[in-house]
């Protein structure tokens, strides 16, 4: 990976909730863990060796169970918690050097967040709430709601202007929270679980319009949730935490094809394999064409099943983005490639 | 075995002697600051002085449309407006008229006081444990203490008049406005300070566009507390010398004049009624946007 793409970097993280820090903070570094720790010094391990690169541009998903301490990362990244040890680098300034004021400063230009429970302020208006990065950095009212009004009707709420957060839908609501994380023209995009409190279908429809949005304005997101179906839907790299320490950073594909360790198989172990894996994951390389039809890379397994079933002794071309071929599919890889890996088990469930 | 039966106390003569100390200790406090402190007060009092003649020399059809005028902006309760116009015309009529004015305009400016002391106090409070521990205990005390104990230092200091009452009245009244205003900025929800945080907000900002305004409800149901409370005061401020209602009643205390004694309670208590209310009605307006959720 390029390192001139990277835009934060997590170095050796440590966060430990609770007194006496230093010296539990010595007993971490030498491998306790997290129930040990709140045994021996009644401290809680928060974030275990955090090493992450987040590319410009790109979204990096970040999943855990609840407790994992995805919620704890985000948080270091803007500062709302502060670290044990360790540093965070944007763009090559140590975050955590920061003082109050060039804090305040960055948090208003560089860094906005959407959260869980949406979080809006329920006594201002839809206009000032999408405003409110804007109203505080002393932006003239009529230049901070005219922005707020663009992203009000970009996120599809023209017309709910003069209403207040508790007249809308958790779905419209949360629609609030990402204009109004988008109306500071902010680089970084911090996602708390952001769909998390959303019913499936509106879900959907708030990933569709995150990642409509993304085709078009290219922030760097960081994406912190616990259902694996939405990373894979819209990470651009997924890194799995446990306990607070790092199990797994990488690839989509990658996750599912290779998954680090026990903790990450269950993740995976329930998802439908055919409409996530792609081709490029299981293909044969080689670039000669080959008797059957031609596909892209990215195409998942069930379309290409698809397509296979017309002629199903014909292996596929795969070809890459620029249209050169890469590899080929037969039938065989196919069955293999949505087969459960021994890992995973053979018992059938669900 | 005496010490067993008999507590083991101080003898007579020190306790005297303690007694002594502090009262001459005092004494000579308010015998080398006294006039100060009456200077300090002065301004105070001049207020005081021309807000009460404001009130009794305004002629009542005036007073009347202003106070329903307010009581309309404050409670927009057609009910309310009538119910107060009846009290006013009520209290009028049984003579009760320049009283009600003098204590109308005591308890304004105590409130006045106890809102403009007590809400930077909360706020002080809200933003660290420290100082909350520190203010709570006396807030207890302000509230559990006799009233008459500490009219004692109060008189001592500054003699009878508008001014030690205007003190003993504000004593008894700030803890309600203090606490709620604690009580209100820290209730607000964090994940919406988190918002504000995460914004790059600075922490006027948070407190002034997003603590105060979110507290408000509580704070407005602490000054309606601060509002009953000085009421309540009105009759042991005319102990020491404030006019007004209260006047009456402690005439009426020692003179055994019952139906002086309940116009005069009844008017308080009517006063009562409409402050109550009417701050009520507004501080529920001003929730309004709470009330109007979907689901």
Request: charged fraction near 20%; glycine fraction near 8%; aromatic fraction near 8%.
């Amino acid at each position: 990976m390029n390192s001139k793409n990277i835009l934060i970097k997590v170095n050796q993280l440590y966060k430990i909730f609770g007194d006496g820090d230093k010296n539990a903070l010595d007993l971490v570094k030498n491998g306790i863990g997290k129930d040990e720790l709140l045994e021996k010094s009644n401290c809680v391990l928060g974030l275990n060796n955090i090493n992450l690169n987040i590319d410009k541009g790109k979204i990096q998903v970040v999943m855990g169970l609840s407790g994992s301490g995805k919620s704890t990362l985000i948080r270091h990244l803007n500062r709302l918690i502060e670290p044990t040890s360790g540093e965070i680098l944007f763009n090559d300034t140590n975050i955590l050097n920061l003082t109050s004021k060039e804090l305040i400063q960055f948090r208003q230009n560089n860094m906005s967040m959407v959260f869980q429970k949406f979080a809006l302020f329920p006594h201002k208006t839809i206009l000032q709430n999408v405003g409110y990065g804007l109203a505080i950095q002393n932006i003239s009212k009529d230049e901070w709601s005219e922005k707020a009004q663009k992203w009000i009707k970009r996120v599809g709420l023209d017309g709910y202007e003069t209403y207040y957060p508790g007249q809308l839908s958790g779905g419209m609501q949360q629609r609030v929270g990402l204009a109004r994380a988008l109306a500071t023209d902010a680089e970084i995009l911090l996602m708390d679980e952001a769909f998390s409190a959303l019913d499936p279908l509106i879900r959907s429809e708030m990933q569709n319009i995150l990642l409509d949005l993304q085709s078009e304005l290219h922030k760097t997101i960081i994406f912190i949730t616990h259902d694996l179906d939405e990373a894979l839907k819209i990470g651009d790299r997924i890194a799995i935490l446990r306990d607070g320490s790092m199990v797994q950073d990488s690839d989509p594909q990658e996750i599912i094809m290779n998954p680090a360790d026990e903790y990450v198989s269950d993740f995976i172990k329930d998802i439908n394999r055919a409409r996530v894996i792609q081709a490029k994951s299981i293909m044969t390389p080689t670039n000669t064409k080959s008797s059957g039809a031609t596909v892209k890379e990215d195409m998942v397994l069930e379309d290409i099943l698809q397509i296979m079933s017309d002629a199903p002794s014909k292996p596929v071309t795969i070809e890459n983005s620029k249209g050169k071929v890469t590899g080929k599919i037969e039938m065989v890889n196919l069955i293999e490639g949505m087969k459960r890996p021994k890992s995973l088990g053979t018992n059938i469930t669900g | 075995m005496d010490w067993f039966f008999n507590f083991p106390d101080m003898s007579r003569s020190d306790l005297r002697e303690f007694k002594k100390t502090v009262d001459f200790a005092f004494t000579d406090f308010s015998r080398t600051y006294g006039q100060a402190i009456e200077e300090f007060f002065e301004p105070l009092l001049m207020f005081l002085v021309w807000f009460e003649k404001l009130f009794i020399n305004t002629p009542w059809p005036i007073i009347i449309f202003s106070i329903l005028l307010l009581a309309w902006i404050g409670s927009r309760s057609i009910l309310i407006v009538v119910g107060t116009f009846l009290s006013f015309m009520l209290i009028g009529y049984f003579g009760m008229w320049e009283d009600t004015m003098s204590t109308l305009a005591i308890i304004l400016v105590a409130t006045f006081l106890c809102i403009a002391i007590g809400i930077p106090l909360g706020i002080a409070m809200a933003r660290s444990n420290k100082v909350q521990a520190a203010i709570v205990p006396v807030l207890d005390v302000m509230q559990t203490i006799p009233s008459f104990v500490y009219l004692i230092p109060v008189v001592m200091l500054l003699g009878i008049g508008k001014v030690p009452g205007l003190i003993a009245v504000c004593i008894y009244a700030i803890p309600p406005i203090v606490r709620l205003t604690n009580l209100g900025i820290r209730l607000v929800d964090k994940d919406v300070l988190e918002a504000a945080d995460s914004f790059g907000a600075n922490y006027w900002q948070k407190l002034l566009g997003v603590q105060m305004p979110l507290a408000l409800p509580t704070i407005f149901a602490g000054v309606n507390q601060t509002i009953m409370m000085a009421l309540a005061m009105v009759v042991i401020a005319s102990m020491i010398g404030v006019k007004g209602l209260g006047l009456p009643v402690l005439r009426a205390i020692s003179n055994q004049y019952l139906a002086l004694g309940l116009m005069n309670g009844l008017a308080i208590v009517i006063l009562a009624i409409i402050f109550d209310r009417v701050t009520q009605k507004f501080g529920l307006r001003m929730q309004k946007y709470r009330n109007e959720g979907k689901d």
